[in-house]
């Protein structure tokens, strides 16, 4: 039986058997073929050269982990991209991803990061939620078929289409949100809706689902190249909504 959030910890990898055990997780989540497994040798590499790896344990056990590697912006500012954090099953809506998210913040703000980007796929509402309410992330880029088209069963065949979440760590919107404050934001100027039922219709309708992904993606260009930002997500009974206002 999983354990609860009070008896789950987060730790640094740094073992060559810990990276061993986060490959295996990645089998256990995502059920990739070997070929698309970060192996372990990014593991080494990443922590070695300033990016992260952390773990959450249920005891001794490894149930958990994300994996950061340093990146570097036109122009020379420095950021960490965060490219993989994934959770079992059995601990999903416990909390894990949330604690390697927050032991992420701690140990960049630490080292005087500021931004922390990742990207994840918009028609997954619980982590669009995750990532702009309970993070306090922005959005302001979309990219078509990021990774392409993967073995992945949780990607249900479509193109890897995703958004670029930017999450400033020291700022007031980041503070707000991880200490369960309400954080001011500009006004709402537009929105983007993916209906609740797209993971359905990922696996009974893939047709419709990516005529959905198409609409959402060209929404998401379009009001970006107006210069608007996703500032905030709400959910109603038939969608999750994407809110997007003018940041200074």
């Known amino acids: 039986m999983a354990g609860s959030e009070a008896t789950i910890t987060v730790a640094s990898l740094s073992e060559h058997e810990q990276f061993v055990e986060a490959v295996d997780l990645q089998r256990a989540i995502w059920g990739f073929a070997d070929i698309e497994l970060l192996p372990v040798r990014l593991f080494v590499v990443a922590t070695k050269v300033g990016g992260q790896a952390l773990g959450a344990y249920d005891g001794d ?121 309400p954080a001011q934001r500009p006004a709402i100027e537009a929105s983007i809706a993916v209906p609740n039922d797209i993971g359905a219709l990922r696996k009974q309708d893939p047709k419709r689902a990516r005529e959905i992904q198409q609409g959402i993606g060209e929404r998401f260009q379009k009001l970006f190249g107006m210069g608007l930002t996703v500032i905030g997500f709400e959910r109603t009974d038939e969608s999750g909504n994407y809110l997007l206002g003018f940041l200074k």
């Open 61 to 181: 056990r490894m149930i958990g982990f994300c994996l950061a590697i340093p990146g570097l912006k036109a122009g020379g500012g420095s950021y960490l991209h965060s490219h993989m954090l994934g959770v079992l099953p059995a601990y999903n809506n416990r909390g894990v991803g949330r604690m390697l998210k927050l032991a992420q913040r701690e140990e960049a703000l630490g080292r005087g990061v500021e931004l922390i980007e990742w990207t994840f796929d918009p028609l997954e509402i619980k982590n669009a939620y995750f990532n702009l309410e309970r993070l306090g992330a922005i959005i302001r880029r979309y990219v078509a078929n990021q990774y392409g088209t993967t073995t992945s069963p949780l990607h249900g065949g479509l193109p890897t289409d995703r958004c670029i979440a930017e999450w400033w760590i020291g700022s007031d919107r980041a503070e707000a949100a991880v200490h369960g404050r």
